[in-house]
């Protein structure tokens, strides 16, 4: 499978939500798996639980991780010679991209769930991620 192939597969893989793909096709195969997020019981909330991942609070101090969403290498630049894509105190809003993640030799835009100011960057350039690892701290 040529590399374009897997990036528009990667993304259908995304787009549709799927947790788990396996495709097969002679000797090559190629298997997508996503865990779900975790679920917590917030006892000031109505619903007994919240997605960790979408939790939205009505507090503005609410420190919330931008997650890696797939295993990789987490790049903070687009290019060893660029700025990084943010910096701690840097104003970040939903849908900006904080980073890139090399996996099988293709580059994908990490993106913030959420607008706020990063407090941290918690994982160093070119190194290697897991699914669902904290990468960056945003204070809401």
């Given at each position: 499978?040529?590399?374009?192939?897997?990036?528009?597969?990667?993304?259908?893989?995304?787009?549709?939500?799927?947790?788990?793909?396996?495709?097969?096709?002679?000797?090559?195969?190629?298997?997508?798996?996503?865990?779900?997020?975790?679920?917590?019981?917030?006892?000031?909330?109505?619903?007994?639980?919240?997605?960790?991942?979408?939790?939205?609070?009505?507090?503005?101090?609410?420190?919330?991780?931008?997650?890696?969403?797939f295993v990789?290498?987490?790049?903070?630049?687009?290019?060893?010679?660029?700025?990084?894509?943010?910096?701690?105190?840097?104003?970040?809003?939903?849908?900006?991209?904080?980073?890139?993640?090399?996996?099988?030799?293709?580059?994908?835009?990490?993106?913030?769930?959420?607008?706020?100011?990063?407090?941290?960057?918690?994982?160093?350039?070119?190194?290697?991620?897991?699914?669902?690892?904290?990468?960056?701290?945003?204070?809401?």
């Amino acid at each position: 499978m040529k590399i374009p192939d897997l990036d528009e597969l990667i993304n259908k893989f995304q787009d549709a939500g799927l947790t788990h793909l396996e495709i097969r096709n002679g000797d090559e195969e190629v298997i997508l798996k996503k865990e779900l997020p975790v679920e917590i019981s917030t006892p000031s909330s109505n619903t007994s639980s919240q997605s960790v991942t979408s939790q939205e609070s009505t507090s503005t101090n609410k420190n919330i991780t931008i997650d890696a969403p797939f295993v990789g290498t987490f790049y903070t630049s687009p290019s060893p010679q660029e700025e990084p894509f943010v910096k701690v105190g840097d104003q970040v809003k939903k849908g900006q991209v904080v980073g890139i993640i090399e996996a099988m030799k293709m580059m994908t835009e990490v993106k913030a769930d959420t607008s706020g100011t990063v407090t941290d960057i918690l994982v160093a350039n070119e190194n290697p991620v897991e699914y669902g690892e904290a990468l960056i701290a945003i204070k809401k």
